[in-house]
């Protein structure tokens, strides 16, 4: 890189000051971000990486500074790409404008001798260096003690320390960010041979008369319980259970809102608007497109505040620790757990969830699975065709064969997902070195409230920017195939519709569309797992949502109830080709339709999220090229297997 | 590949010639100092562990293993680390 002398010469006082912030995991890093920048944080990506980067600006009396908040990191030491992102970020050539001001590095004052460490090796990389000392008050609460000013002078830096909630120490800190080059540095950077390292710590520890804390009883005494093998077991599912039914009991009821708005809206449309087409275009297309795209909001918003909550108080990485073996066993690792059952209520938060994982072969890895676990859409689908397929009092010894279906249907994803996660462990960076394993297990804290809205805001927006595009554009594409070309009341009425029974029309309108096109030329494609042309069309409507399969049929079959439509679909037959005149919906055709349901990548708000995590369009076609595939084959298998045992 | 990565990158720790015992051997509540790295720990791995705190002369006590095995959370200067079997067999401790 070049040297521009006068560039760094001619800024003082006008330009923007750039600063990377830097620190381990849990060690107060995030707070503090959050603490200098408010919400005024953007998210993106780090280019070739699924890193995600967060940089905003910090505002105070006058002055404004840029923050880029790094991932936590114990070590500049990197044995991952990820990793290589911190390193690449600090070490330019020091006049080059890309270069940072200056380092802020967040060091926790409980863990002081391993934060040292740390600092060593960002002191080599030669830039103004600032230390923020964290949680100084659960040091004094410990017991342990250590002098600020002599440490400052031990080490040849400016330390701060900063406390969460304590607005001084920020302030105090903010002045510092006006002119970083005035910033005291040691002549000489520590050492950072493992042995020489060592000794520096000890040293500066002296002078700083650092008093080790005792070990944090509150945490010790709460985790002899929450690992404990049978109560921490127990307490766990309970914690999942709970954060599971909050997903259903408090987003379900919000996600109503959501709807009876649109709904309402929908209704105005209706009103207002004469000309038919326009009016479900705006309706369906737009309205439906946008809230369909709002609705997903409740559900985000909550399962990140839980998220939020459990990483913050400590508790994560315990869940994390009870599930790592069994995790393992799928060639991931126990924080992957989280995301896997955040993806049975919806695969578009838990597949967002994946980026607590560092591994970025177990955040593909969970990605890719992660669409298999049974999402709350596929729930309408499945009990609309186990109740054709299943007759109600049916049961097997004293359990009902309806509940034992959908149990197994439920089963069958958890495991289909974990095989998945394996296989595709197996190939991804299988030419890199295995990383290892390690995970702090944090002191039980009290997350500050301003950082669990953060971190839910910043996955809502990132949520609507990114994913909610994907979901408008294919609904209003979707639309236009189902809806597409326009048929007049006289060209209805002449093909003998009756032109006032909306649900013959609506019927007409299907059968009549670019889908219904595609839905006959696939027929071939599907024709093996017992589809018609019908269910192809309803097939691509579910790619919106799955759940609109239900209704997409029910208009097909002309049912009186579009939302329940199993007595129409029953008696639906076959219009053509060498089934004419027999029952589309046979146990072999209805067991390939829930075996397909299970795997293939309906979803276009699935496509939107893994193209938003790993930042390409490459994986989520993957994603949609490989389920599509292996749902096919396994839906044929199935529809043979269900052929032979009830022929 | 920057220059402070290239520079830690090539860091050695120290692997002692007797044979020892590993963390992953530790009994539960056992305390033993650590004097050094596996020879057969891959070398990034030993890196990261340091970093960790798992340094020689530290001392490691092993807390909670859990229900199904793996991992093992240990304690080294006031942090807490859950780690599996394959790395804690690397951190080798004094009988």
Same mark, same amino acid.
């Given at each position: 890189?070049?040297?521009?002398?006068?560039? @760094?010469? @001619?800024?003082?006082?006008?330009?923007? %000051?750039?600063?990377?912030?830097?620190?381990?995991?849990?060690?107060?890093?995030?707070?503090?971000?959050?603490?200098?920048?408010?919400?005024?944080?953007?998210?993106?990506?780090?280019?070739?990486?699924?890193?995600? +980067?967060?940089?905003?600006?910090?505002?105070?009396?006058?002055?404004?500074?840029? #923050?880029?908040?790094?991932?936590?990191?114990?070590?500049?030491?990197?044995?991952?790409?990820?990793?290589?992102?911190?390193?690449?970020?600090?070490?330019?050539?020091?006049?080059?404008?890309?270069?940072?001001?200056?380092?802020?590095?967040?060091?926790?004052?409980?863990? /002081?001798?391993?934060?040292?460490?740390?600092?060593?090796?960002?002191?080599?990389?030669?830039?103004?260096? /600032?230390?923020?000392?964290?949680?100084?008050?659960?040091?004094? +609460?410990?017991?342990?003690?250590?002098?600020?000013?002599?440490?400052?002078?031990?080490?040849?830096?400016?330390?701060?320390?900063?406390?969460?909630?304590?607005?001084?120490?920020?302030?105090?800190?903010?002045?510092?960010?006006?002119?970083?080059?005035?910033?005291?540095?040691?002549?000489?950077?520590?050492?950072?041979?493992?042995?020489?390292?060592?000794?520096?710590?000890?040293?500066?520890?002296?002078?700083?008369?650092?008093?080790?804390?005792?070990?944090?009883?509150?945490?010790? *005494?709460?985790?002899?319980?929450?690992?404990?093998?049978?109560?921490? @077991?127990?307490?766990?599912? =309970?914690?999942?259970?709970?954060?599971?039914?909050?997903?259903f009991?408090v987003a379900a009821p919000l996600q109503g809102f959501v709807e009876e708005f649109f709904g309402w809206l929908g209704g105005l449309v209706d009103r207002y608007v004469t000309i038919e087409w326009l009016g479900r275009f705006l309706n369906e297309a737009v309205i439906g497109g946008v809230g369909g795209v709002l609705v997903f909001i409740p559900q985000i918003a909550l399962?990140?505040?839980?998220?939020?909550?459990?990483?913050?108080?400590?508790?994560?990485? %315990?869940?994390?620790?009870?599930?790592?073996?069994?995790?393992?066993?799928?060639?991931?690792?126990?924080?992957?757990?989280?995301?896997?059952?955040?993806?049975?209520?919806c695969?578009v938060?838990? #597949?967002? =969830?994946?980026?607590?994982?560092?591994?970025?072969?177990?955040?593909?890895?969970?990605?890719?699975?992660?669409?298999?676990?049974?999402?709350s859409a596929?729930l309408p689908v499945?009990v609309m065709?186990?109740?054709?397929?299943?007759?109600?009092?049916?049961?097997?010894?004293?359990?009902?064969?309806?509940?034992?279906?959908?149990?197994?249907?439920?089963?069958?994803?958890? #495991? =289909?997902?974990?095989?998945?996660?394996?296989?595709?462990?197996?190939?991804?960076?299988?030419?890199?070195?295995?990383?290892?394993?390690?995970?702090?297990?944090?002191?039980? *804290?009290?997350?500050?409230?301003?950082?669990?809205?953060?971190?839910?805001?910043?996955?809502c927006s990132?949520f609507l920017r990114?994913v909610g595009t994907v979901i408008l554009l294919s609904t209003l594409v979707l639309w236009g195939l189902l809806n597409l070309p326009l048929h007049s009341t006289e060209e209805m009425a002449a093909a003998g519709v009756n032109t006032s029974d909306d649900a013959a029309v609506t019927e007409y309108r299907l059968d009549h569309s670019i889908a219904a096109g595609i839905g006959?030329?696939?027929?071939?494609?599907?024709?093996?797992?017992?589809?018609?042309?019908r269910?192809?069309i309803a097939v691509i409507s579910s790619l919106a949502a799955r759940e609109v399969f239900v209704s997409t049929m029910g208009q097909l079959a002309a049912a009186e109830d579009p939302e329940d439509p199993g007595a129409a679909l029953?008696?639906m037959?076959?219009?053509?080709?060498?089934?004419?005149?027999?029952?589309?919906?046979?146990?072999?055709? #209805?067991?390939?339709?829930?075996?397909?349901?299970?795997?293939?990548?309906q979803c276009m708000a699935?496509?939107g999220?893994?193209?938003?995590?790993?930042?390409?369009?490459?994986?989520?076609?993957?994603?949609?090229?490989?389920?599509?595939?292996?749902?096919? /084959?396994?839906?044929?298998?199935?529809?043979?297997?269900?052929?032979?045992?009830?022929? | 590949? @920057?220059?402070?990565?290239?520079?830690?990158?090539? %860091?050695?720790?120290?692997?002692?010639?007797?044979?020892? %015992?590993?963390?992953?051997?530790?009994?539960?509540?056992?305390? =033993?100092?650590?004097?050094?790295?596996?020879?057969?720990?891959?070398?990034?791995?030993? +890196?990261?562990?340091?970093?960790?705190?798992?340094?020689?002369?530290?001392?490691?006590?092993?807390? +909670? *293993?859990?229900?199904?095995?793996?991992?093992?959370?240990?304690?080294?200067?006031?942090?807490?680390?859950?780690?599996?079997?394959?790395?804690?067999?690397?951190?080798?401790?004094?009988?």
């Amino acid at each position: 890189m070049s040297c521009h002398p006068t560039e @760094s010469g @001619s800024a003082v006082g006008t330009a923007t %000051r750039h600063f990377a912030l830097v620190g381990s995991p849990n060690s107060g890093k995030t707070t503090l971000f959050n603490a200098l920048t408010g919400l005024r944080a953007k998210t993106g990506n780090y280019p070739g990486v699924t890193v995600s +980067r967060y940089a905003g600006t910090s505002r105070w009396r006058g002055h404004e500074a840029v #923050i880029e908040d790094l991932p936590g990191t114990y070590s500049l030491d990197p044995i991952s790409p990820d990793e290589e992102i911190v390193d690449q970020v600090l070490d330019h050539d020091i006049d080059s404008p890309a270069s940072p001001d200056g380092i802020l590095v967040t060091v926790d004052a409980t863990v /002081l001798r391993r934060g040292l460490g740390f600092l060593a090796q960002v002191l080599h990389v030669g830039l103004p260096t /600032l230390v923020v000392v964290t949680f100084g008050d659960d040091l004094a +609460r410990r017991g342990g003690n250590v002098d600020l000013v002599a440490l400052e002078k031990a080490l040849g830096v400016p330390v701060i320390p900063v406390t969460a909630g304590d607005r001084s120490g920020v302030s105090t800190l903010q002045d510092h960010l006006v002119d970083p080059s005035s910033w005291p540095q040691p002549p000489v950077p520590p050492p950072v041979d493992p042995d020489e390292v060592l000794g520096w710590i000890t040293s500066v520890l002296t002078a700083a008369h650092w008093k080790a804390p005792s070990v944090d009883a509150r945490t010790s *005494r709460i985790d002899r319980v929450l690992i404990h093998p049978v109560w921490g @077991s127990l307490i766990f599912f =309970a914690v999942m259970f709970t954060f599971f039914q909050m997903i259903f009991t408090v987003a379900a009821p919000l996600q109503g809102f959501v709807e009876e708005f649109f709904g309402w809206l929908g209704g105005l449309v209706d009103r207002y608007v004469t000309i038919e087409w326009l009016g479900r275009f705006l309706n369906e297309a737009v309205i439906g497109g946008v809230g369909g795209v709002l609705v997903f909001i409740p559900q985000i918003a909550l399962l990140f505040l839980m998220i939020a909550f459990l990483e913050g108080t400590g508790y994560m990485s %315990r869940a994390a620790f009870l599930m790592d073996r069994l995790m393992a066993r799928a060639g991931l690792e126990g924080r992957a757990f989280v995301a896997l059952l955040s993806s049975v209520a919806c695969a578009v938060p838990g #597949i967002m =969830a994946t980026r607590s994982l560092p591994s970025a072969r177990d955040r593909l890895a969970t990605i890719m699975a992660a669409p298999l676990m049974t999402c709350s859409a596929r729930l309408p689908v499945y009990v609309m065709l186990v109740a054709m397929l299943v007759p109600a009092d049916q049961r097997v010894g004293p359990i009902g064969a309806q509940g034992l279906t959908m149990f197994a249907l439920y089963l069958g994803g958890a #495991i =289909a997902a974990m095989t998945v996660a394996w296989f595709w462990s197996r190939i991804i960076g299988r030419r890199g070195t295995r990383l290892p394993f390690y995970m702090e297990m944090p002191s039980y *804290r009290m997350p500050k409230a301003r950082a669990v809205a953060s971190a839910v805001w910043m996955s809502c927006s990132a949520f609507l920017r990114k994913v909610g595009t994907v979901i408008l554009l294919s609904t209003l594409v979707l639309w236009g195939l189902l809806n597409l070309p326009l048929h007049s009341t006289e060209e209805m009425a002449a093909a003998g519709v009756n032109t006032s029974d909306d649900a013959a029309v609506t019927e007409y309108r299907l059968d009549h569309s670019i889908a219904a096109g595609i839905g006959r030329a696939a027929e071939p494609v599907f024709s093996p797992l017992g589809f018609d042309w019908r269910v192809n069309i309803a097939v691509i409507s579910s790619l919106a949502a799955r759940e609109v399969f239900v209704s997409t049929m029910g208009q097909l079959a002309a049912a009186e109830d579009p939302e329940d439509p199993g007595a129409a679909l029953a008696q639906m037959e076959h219009t053509d080709g060498p089934l004419v005149g027999q029952p589309v919906f046979t146990p072999p055709t #209805i067991a390939a339709m829930l075996v397909f349901f299970m795997f293939a990548l309906q979803c276009m708000a699935t496509v939107g999220a893994i193209r938003r995590e790993t930042g390409t369009w490459k994986w989520p076609l993957i994603a949609f090229g490989y389920l599509g595939v292996l749902g096919w /084959l396994l839906a044929f298998g199935a529809h043979q297997a269900v052929a032979a045992l009830t022929s | 590949m @920057s220059v402070i990565s290239a520079t830690l990158g090539q %860091r050695r720790l120290r692997v002692p010639e007797e044979t020892h %015992r590993s963390a992953a051997d530790l009994t539960g509540g056992e305390s =033993a100092p650590q004097v050094g790295m596996a020879p057969d720990a891959p070398l990034a791995v030993a +890196r990261r562990l340091f970093d960790l705190g798992f340094t020689p002369g530290a001392m490691i006590e092993r807390l +909670r *293993r859990a229900p199904l095995g793996d991992p093992t959370v240990y304690r080294v200067d006031g942090i807490e680390v859950a780690l599996r079997r394959r790395e804690a067999r690397c951190i080798l401790v004094a009988r």
